[in-house]
């Protein structure tokens, strides 16, 4: 089947099979920020922007896309770039391998939670994300600084 989309700001076409799954569709078309940690639904690794809302690319086949906008981390470098920062800065990014999804999904929540999410507000939001090297404390002290950066002060419950 042909589908027409916009990838990462870019309208592309391609001929797909109908049961092709939107992970392996993007890391064939080159987006390799978009990995494949469980493919059930519960590690996040595989975060993509669909219309601008996070889904799992996982769990979304790439039919789906038909005339619809996919945003990875390749097409979110400069917001990533600052983001990772924090993260080297506190010492949160560890292995890797969990951080396009986290970085994706953090992007995606500074544009959606009001201008002072609560802490339960972003545990929330983030909770579909798995990272086996951390217990969670150093991601939560970087998005407190990062959206203090962003003039989003963080209220505690």
Same mark, same amino acid.
């Given at each position: 089947?042909?589908?027409?989309?916009?990838?990462?700001?870019?309208?592309?076409? %391609?001929?797909?099979?109908?049961? +092709?799954? +939107?992970?392996d569709?993007?890391?064939?078309?080159?987006?390799?920020?978009?990995?494949?940690?469980c493919?059930?639904?519960?590690?996040?690794?595989?975060?993509?922007?669909?219309?601008?809302?996070?889904?799992?690319?996982?769990?979304?086949? %790439? @039919?789906?896309?038909?005339?619809?906008?996919?945003?990875? +981390?390749?097409? +979110?470098?400069?917001?990533?770039?600052?983001?990772?920062?924090y993260?080297?800065?506190?010492?949160?990014?560890?292995?890797?391998?969990?951080?396009?999804?986290?970085?994706?999904?953090?992007?995606?929540?500074?544009?959606?939670?009001?201008?002072?999410?609560?802490?339960?507000?972003?545990?929330?939001?983030? @909770?579909?994300?798995?990272?086996?090297?951390?217990?969670?404390?150093?991601?939560?002290?970087?998005?407190?600084?990062?959206? %203090?950066?962003?003039?989003?002060?963080?209220?505690?419950?």
């Open positions: 089947m042909k589908i027409e989309y916009w990838l990462n700001g870019r309208k592309e076409q %391609a001929e797909i099979d109908a049961g +092709l799954m +939107l992970l569709f993007l890391r064939d078309h080159g987006c390799y920020s978009v990995k494949c940690g493919e059930t639904t519960a590690c996040g690794l595989c975060t993509v922007w669909l219309n601008e809302k996070p889904v799992l690319s996982c769990a979304v086949l %790439a @039919a789906r896309i038909d005339g619809q906008h996919v945003t990875t +981390l390749e097409g +979110l470098q400069d917001e990533a770039k600052e983001f990772a920062q993260m080297a800065s506190e010492g949160s990014d560890q292995c890797g391998y969990c951080n396009p999804g986290f970085v994706m999904n953090v992007l995606s929540m500074v544009r959606e939670l009001s201008d002072t999410p609560t802490e339960a507000e972003i545990k929330e939001y983030l @909770a579909g994300n798995l990272c086996r090297c951390t217990g969670y404390v150093s991601h939560m002290r970087v998005l407190r600084r990062y959206l %203090a950066a962003k003039g989003k002060e963080v209220q505690d419950a």
